[in-house]
């Protein structure tokens, strides 16, 4: 009597169950449909998505919020090749991510077949592993490869080719090679002499900052941070997506003075953040010539990159956090709260705080995008999960709006990725439901970032995700044009030579978008009509909502955070 029979299918949604693969976002088409179909039949929670890119966000940011890849699949050819951006952006940002990919059938190879492409060989520049399996015995043990090389050391994405014929070929159960589960990362801890070089170190430092980057949070390593902080008096500085690891209201944040701390800090302990664009490369003029740096990273390739560090603890950081915990213990260092140092981070903190207030509550219309972050900040949950994705939009909320929790602010990230918004929004908003219920979350968008994925509007009301959007919209990219500047434009002729590049079309209506698909849209001009908009969002707990906010079309930051980024050097 034969054993009995299974599809490729069949196994590859099989096997990314037995690896606690929860989620899958995507587009089916030739040849990956009945992927879909298999995932859904074993419990996979599948998410059909507008285009590959969305899709692939929204899987990344799964790995990121829960610590276990999210599953892309895409068809064939142009199916994969609009999930590059996602697979590059995961690898970035170190966030865990399984793309599935369907490809032309294996006979058929070299033939011009339908939407053929060297399919394994375009991914390796973006994952840390691109593999096709050989056969359909292999199917589990390569899929648990890859969740495995997905998750283990640096997290980043990992690529699985299906060929067509695959999917719906059948094998005999009984010879495929199954595969356990596999289990978390094993944790790494730092050498002890180098903990102890570290202390050492911050314990003779005359101003010392505390970095907290996305790999703190990425590591779960809130708590034993904040009693770090508390138990040595610390300053602490977050990168934008570690917001939150310690609550932005504690005594010792000090993002306020970001510029001030980093540029005369003596001492500064890296916590899961990278001396990239993000950080000034830890270079003067922005950082002294003489600064100590304490690099703590998983990663021995990221040890010394653009600063040869003072000390160097390679390990995992919620692990090597508790190490520092251990040696603080020990010696009873406390940095004194009445230092200089001090003094000069409050007064700074202070007065840029002051600034921002003087702007937040100027009356004059249209509004600006401090006056729009502070109602937003008045009105949303304080317990929200906050993506955020625009130039000014993000900036600016970076800094108006605070995060009280860890992994709650998902942004364009270390590779500034913009269209990322509505993705992340969904993936957030899927492992909310599951996992933390009634929890909101609250996607801020520029007008010009809306537009890379709008369409995904759809994919939320279909999915009933009460998502909460909000359009910060000034007619254009950077800056824009009022309705009567953009009419007098449009007299001298054809709008592809006379309209600015980064002009977009004044007064938009976005939230018919949301309305189209039986969300609630709003249209807002003033600060009452802002916060009638966002009480009633807040209210209703079951519809998606979009406020189109409209701002003044010339509002802008108030001071320019990154130098560099300038058109003298782009």
């Known amino acids: 009597m034969e054993g009995e029979a299974v599809s490729g299918a069949q196994l590859i949604a099989q096997a990314l169950r037995a690896q606690n693969i929860e989620y899958m976002f995507g587009i089916v088409g030739i040849p990956v449909t009945e992927i879909a179909i298999a995932a859904q039949a074993v419990g996979i929670k599948y998410v059909g998505m507008r285009n590959e890119q969305a899709a692939c966000y929204a899987a990344s940011a799964v790995g ?29 940002n170190c966030w865990p991510l399984i793309v599935i990919g369907g490809s032309s059938d294996r006979n058929q190879e070299t033939m011009g077949a339908f939407q053929e492409f060297p399919q394994v060989e375009a991914g390796r520049l973006y994952n840390k592993l691109s593999v096709r399996p050989s056969s359909l015995e292999v199917i589990p043990a390569v899929i648990e490869k890859a969740v495995r090389t997905s998750m283990y050391g640096r997290p980043g994405s990992c690529y699985i080719d299906i060929p067509g014929d695959f999917v719906n070929l059948q094998v005999n159960k009984s010879s495929v090679k199954y595969v356990e589960c596999c289990p978390p990362p094993p944790i790494s801890m ?21 970095i907290i980057g996305k790999g703190a949070a990425y590591s779960h390593a809130e708590n034993n941070i904040r009693k770090l902080v508390e138990l040595c008096g610390l300053p602490f500085l977050p990168t934008p997506m570690a917001k939150g690891v310690v609550p932005d209201n504690h005594p010792n944040c000090v993002a306020a003075a970001r510029s001030t701390a980093l540029q005369h800090a003596d001492v500064i302990i890296l916590l899961g953040a990278r001396l990239n664009w993000i950080l000034h490369f830890g270079l003067p003029p922005r950082y002294r010539q003489d600064v100590k740096i304490i690099q703590i ?78 109602h937003i900040r008045e009105l949303i949950p304080k317990d929200c999960i906050l993506v955020s994705e625009g130039a000014n939009t993000m900036d600016i909320g970076r800094t108006m709006l605070p995060n009280f929790y860890p992994r709650q602010r998902l ?20 492992v909310a439901r599951d996992r933390t219920p009634g929890r909101r979350v609250v996607c801020i968008e520029g007008d010009s970032a809306f537009g890379f994925s709008g369409m995904e509007v759809e994919t939320i009301c279909r999915y009933n995700l009460p998502i909460m959007i909000i359009v910060v919209n000034n007619n254009g990219i950077y800056t824009g044009l009022d309705a009567n500047s953009w009419e007098e434009i449009l007299k001298f002729g054809d709008p592809a030579t006379c309209v600015p590049p980064v002009s977009l079309l004044p007064n938009a209506h976005y939230e018919k978008i949301m309305s189209a698909f039986g969300g609630k849209g709003y249209f807002v001009r003033t600060p009452e009509e802002l916060q009638n908009a966002l009480k009633a969002s807040v209210t209703d707990k079951q519809t998606p909502s979009l406020i189109n906010v409209m701002i003044n079309p010339q509002s802008e930051r108030k001071k320019q955070e990154f130098p560099w980024l300038t058109r003298s050097n782009l």
């Open 297 to 374: 990273d998983i990663c021995a390739e990221e040890l010394g990159n653009n600063v040869r560090p003072a000390a160097t603890l390679l390990g995992d950081i919620n692990a090597v956090t508790e190490q520092l915990l251990q040696e603080f213990n020990k010696r009873s260092w406390k940095y004194p709260s009445n230092s200089e140092w001090w003094q000069k981070l409050r007064g700074k903190i202070k007065n840029n705080e002051e600034r921002s207030k003087g702007l937040a509550l100027q009356k004059s219309l249209p509004m600006n995008y401090y006056t729009v972050f502070h």
């Open 64 to 92: 990121y919020l829960t610590g276990r890849p999210g599953v892309c699949l895409a068809v064939s050819g142009p199916g994969f090749l609009h999930t590059l951006g996602g697979m590059a952006n995961a690898t970035i």
């Open 190 to 210: 730092a050498e002890h002499s180098a903990v102890s070089k570290a202390a050492s170190i911050i314990a003779l430092s005359k101003q010392p900052l505390l």
């Open 411 to 430: 942004d364009a990230g270390t590779f500034g990725t913009m269209g990322v918004g509505l993705g992340f929004a969904i993936a957030a908003a899927m």
